[in-house]
């Protein structure tokens, strides 16, 4: 996964609460054994509505979602994380989200920004009334800003930290130790045939 830094991007509002991984991403699309592919019908029923925000063409090619409370509640499906993703979004600020998803999104190169309801309300009205409204997300600093003097902190997990910046899913954290897992292979199969057979 591409490795995080720093972003500055336009703030697309979703200002909906409770929004649960059918929404995300409808279980009719969950066939596909690859991460790829998803971008395309992520809020599948919603974008069929017109108004809804992601059919709104100053928001095409934002980076950032800006979403009410409890974001990514329901099952615990890793392809809502893979849609989001593959749609383009690398953070999604909210004020609480569901713990597996939570977990999936990390995984999966998205940062998760936790801010206060009252900061999260700010941004969500900014975002919806002021054209081509942007925000910068720093993870080395774990801040979020606006040209407007908005500045807020949040929380992130170290470890989760170290492996967003890094850009290293699980299979990437596992290959950081390809010449350990080698030489265990090659001491393992030395073993194996050096133990004395049963007659």
């Known amino acids: ?18 929004v649960d991984t059918d929404q995300i991403i409808p279980k009719q699309f969950l066939k596909r054994i690859e991460r790829s592919g998803y971008g395309e019908f992520l809020f599948y029923d919603w974008r069929n509505q017109p108004g809804f925000v992601l059919n709104d063409p100053r928001y095409q ?53 936790r801010l206060t309801e009252d900061e999260v309300a700010l941004l969500l009205q900014r975002a919806a009334e ?13 801040t979020v800003t606006d040209a407007q003097g908005f500045s807020a902190k949040f929380e992130i997990d170290p470890f989760r930290k170290y492996c967003l910046m890094e850009g290293l899913d699980d299979i990437g954290l596992t290959m950081r130790h390809e010449q350990a897992l080698d030489a265990f292979e090659t001491e393992h199969d030395r073993a194996v045939w050096l133990r004395p057979r049963a007659s």
């Open 130 to 142: 002021l054209a081509d409204y942007q925000l910068t997300v720093s993870l080395a600093e774990q």
């Open 1 to 18: 996964m591409q490795p995080f830094q720093t972003i500055t991007s336009r703030a697309v509002p979703l200002d909906r609460v409770n």
């Open 61 to 113: 090619g934002a980076q950032i979602l800006v979403a009410a409370k409890n974001f990514g509640c329901g099952s615990s499906r890793e392809h809502a994380a893979w849609a989001l993703s593959d749609y383009g979004f690398r953070v999604v600020i909210a004020p609480t989200f569901a713990d597996i998803f939570f977990s999936n999104a990390g995984k999966n190169g998205i940062v998760l920004a």
